[in-house]
Every structure is written in structure tokens, then in C-alpha cells.
């Protein structure tokens, strides 16, 4: 049984490890979005945060040993939904976005569907 497919949009992605990234990247685009910007460290994810249109990110929490904090606050002042990704569990979160929806890595693309769902769903309301 098939992931179900969503509605699409487009998507920024921070992963510093690039297979990670890769299979992410086919998730989405698997579940009908489109990867519009990709980022591996801090400062070009911080550039494309600024400059980039999308209608979600989904953001590393730990970006080669550098927390996602400041490229999270970025989005959050642009009004526009993002999810993160990690291995830490809900408490390597960054305090102050602990109520944003993550995703524990490794995951399955119905959980990317679903932890997605929920990220839109929280902007729209």
C-alpha cells in the first residue's frame, strides 16, 4: 500500500547529511511536493530562509554541531510553517519551538505525510 499523496506545494530543506537529504527530498516529492531550496550548514540555510519562497520547511535540528535556532526564527518571522527533523527525541528541540511539530528521525514517508499535515493544519488555524 502507497503513501497517500497530498496536495503538493514547495518545500526548503536543511540537512546537513546529503543521503539523508536525498531521501527526503524523494519522500516529498514522492507525496507530490517540490524540493525548492536545500541547504547543508547554517549560512546558506540562513541566505535561503530570508530569500526563498516555499510554503514549508522542514529543518535539521542539529546542522554539523549547530543548532537550527537561528534559521527557524527566520521562518517564524516570515509567518511560514516549518517541522523539524531529529534523532534527539522532542528534548533536542529548541526550547523556545518545542510546541512545532517534529519528526523523529528515522521516519517512514506516511509519518513525513502526516507530521506535514499537521504543520499546515497549526498555520491555517
Known amino acids: 500500500m502507497g503513501a497517500a499523496r497530498t496536495s503538493g506545494g514547495s518545500v526548503f ?9 536525498m531521501m527526503v527530498a524523494d519522500m ?16 546558506e540555510a540562513m541566505k535561503l530562509a530570508q530569500s526563498a519562497e516555499f510554503d514549508l520547511a522542514i529543518l535539521d535540528v542539529n546542522v554539523n554541531g549547530k543548532v537550527i535556532s537561528p534559521v527557524a526564527e527566520l521562518i517564524a518571522a516570515r509567518n511560514l510553517p516549518f517541522i523539524f527533523a531529529t534523532g534527539y527525541g522532542s528534548s533536542g528541540l529548541p526550547a523556545e519551538y518545542r510546541d512545532r511539530p517534529a519528526l523523529q528521525k528515522p521516519f517512514q514517508i506516511e509519518t513525513l505525510a502526516r507530521v506535514i499535515e499537521q504543520a499546515l493544519n497549526r498555520t491555517a488555524a
Open 13 to 21: 530543506l536543511v540537512e546537513d547529511e546529503v543521503m539523508i537529504r
Open 28 to 43: 516529498l516529492e514522492e507525496l507530490g511536493y517540490r524540493v525548492v531550496g536545500e541547504a547543508g550548514d547554517i549560512g
